[in-house]
Nanobody, 123 residues
Framework: VQLQASGGGLVQAGGSLRLSCEAS????????MEWYRQAPGKQRELVAD???????NYADFVKGRFTISRDNAKNTAYLQMNSLKSEDTAIYYC??????????????????WGQGTQVTVSS
């Protein structure tokens, strides 16, 4: 399973961006999908996550500003980011827990990461 993240860019403070994360592969299912971010000189931190049934969790620093959603038919998760602040500047990564169904009927359980997309918020 591979993840492709997109949608990052340069935006002014107070603006909005929408990130997308599409999973691809053969014979797989996705459970939880997550967005993380890593700012220069800082550790990677969890931003938001969503289960395949739609339950959501957010880090305190994005509550009320960011919304995570997903389209299970498209194996895609989204992160709508509003009221962006300069401190939101980071590389945003998506991650997903998956089950890959093999031809011999075995199941591989794994975790995939996207390549990251840069979000820069100018003040």
């Amino acid at each position: 399973v591979q993840l492709q993240a997109s949608g990052g860019g340069l935006v002014q403070a107070g603006g909005s961006l929408r990130l997308s994360c599409e999973a691809s592969g053969t014979r797989f299912s996705i459970n939880a999908m997550e967005w993380y971010r890593q700012a220069p000189g800082k550790q990677r931190e969890l931003v938001a996550d969503i289960t395949n049934s739609g339950s959501r969790n957010y880090a305190d620093f994005v509550k009320g500003r960011f919304t995570i959603s997903r389209d299970n038919a498209k194996n895609t998760a989204y992160l709508q980011m509003n009221s962006l602040k300069s401190e939101d500047t980071a590389i945003y990564y998506c991650a997903a827990d998956y089950r890959a169904y093999q031809h011999d009927d075995t199941v591989v359980v794994g975790r995939a990461w996207g390549q990251g997309t840069q979000v820069t918020v100018s003040s």
